[in-house]
């Protein structure tokens, strides 16, 4: 639940929207548009659902944790969560920052699988 809380306050700061989704910022100004469509965006889309699909996906896979054990899945988590943390900090494009969601995931999936 606390992931669900941070995400939607990021894609609602203006900061944030105007410095990767312009036109979606353009859009949450636009007095006449249905408040269900100003966050309509398949980049903003891809952004948000990024990490929720791969920490789903990485969760799945027991069999490594057989073979690596949970402290080396644990570490190994913990080591993509970090990744993806620097890249989201250091993102200059959509691209980043989706590449970096997605490996939060990966993060998260692992070590929710093992814990």
Known sequence: MPLVILLGGVTQMESFLGLFFPEVLRGTKDVNRNIYC????????AF???LFLAAAVSSLPLRITRRVGRQ???LFGSA???AGSIINLVAIN???????RMLLGFGIGFTFQVA
Request: hydrophobic share 50%.
């Open 48 to 50: 948000t659902s990024s």
């Open 38 to 45: 100003k966050y309509d965006n398949q980049w903003l889309t």
């Open 94 to 100: 959509i691209s980043m920052l989706i590449i970096g």
């Open 80 to 82: 993509l969560f970090l």
């Open 72 to 74: 080396g899945i644990m």
